[in-house]
């Protein structure tokens, strides 16, 4: 169990975030927020990275920062940035990775062979990773961040560079590992998060907003989503969402308790609750 308790953050006068309470245990958790909001904060001081100004983090009832390399060595963690040497290949990599982390070559050696399978990269082991595109590159760090079979691993923008084909793969291997450990991940693609996360984290003006299903958020909302023709005309307190082509053209979803002539009601979605909660920031 991962306890966040009255967690603050400054960075001279300014407040990353302020008094973040949270208890974690194994499933998936989603970070969501605009930019700036302290997602990427709280990940790095997870990942002892940064020190919380106020308040501590515990693993187990223990102060993270006091466990060290016994904490460390639980941990997986993928930065947005996330570092590597062009010259060598994935295969090479892993290997220079599992020895830092002290792993026996043996058993280095057949975990690596388990994850170029799981990444997808099992054929392309020995290319040079500067020709890898992005998206490759991003699996290599996937597997990296999995390597030591972590309890607690955490993602930052997991996903980005990813295709369409590579996300669903990567939706699917986080659900498998999710059921004895706690996977936290960042994200700006809403969809991945209401796809595979169990609770999903809000922050707003830096403080906790919600820690909750992706259901439970959206249901906030139910009876206040509507979509109209594009050409509507709306009045005050009737707010655009978003727009979108339907069968007969462009549509708005919009957010009103009173909604306009030949509106109709929808499901909200994690999108929608994402907008109404955010859109005037």
């Not at 002892?48 to 187990?60: E, M, S, V, Y």
């Not at 691993?153 to 997991?158: A, G, K, N, R």
């Not at 549509?251 to 994402?274: K, M, S, W």
């Amino acid at each position: 169990m991962l306890s966040v308790e009255h967690v603050t953050k400054r960075y001279g006068d300014f407040t990353a975030l302020e008094d973040i309470t949270l208890t974690l245990t194994p499933g998936v958790y989603g970070l969501l927020g605009p930019n700036g909001a302290g997602k990427t904060t709280l990940m790095k001081m997870i990942a002892t990275l940064l020190f919380p100004t106020k308040g501590q983090i515990l693993w187990n009832g223990e102060d993270i920062f006091s466990l060290g390399a016994d904490y460390r060595g639980i941990l997986g963690y993928l930065p947005q940035q996330f570092g590597y040497y062009p010259g060598y290949t994935p295969r090479q990599f892993l290997r220079y990775a599992a020895a830092l982390q002290g792993i026996p070559e043996r058993e280095g050696e057949k975990r690596i062979r388990q994850l170029l399978t799981l990444v997808g990269l099992e054929d392309k082991q020995d290319w040079k990773l500067k020709k890898f595109s992005g998206g490759m590159i991003q699996r290599v760090g996937i597997a990296c961040a999995i390597l030591n079979d972590p309890k607690l691993l955490v993602l930052d923008e997991p996903t980005a560079g990813l295709d369409p084909r590579e996300r669903v793969r990567f939706r699917n291997l986080l659900h498998s590992l999710a059921q004895d450990r706690i996977v936290l991940l960042s994200t700006h693609i809403v969809s991945d998060v209401q796809t595979i996360a169990d609770q999903v984290i809000m922050f707003r003006n830096h403080r906790l907003f919600c820690c909750d299903t992706p259901g439970s958020i959206c249901a906030r909302f139910n009876g206040r989503v509507f979509q109209v023709p594009a050409d509507t005309p709306l009045t005050a307190g009737q707010r655009i969402l978003s727009e979108a082509q339907g069968e007969e053209g462009a549509v708005l979803r919009i957010l009103t308790e009173n909604p306009p002539a030949g509106a109709v009601a929808v499901q909200p979605g994690l999108e929608d609750a994402f907008l109404a909660i955010y859109g005037e920031e």
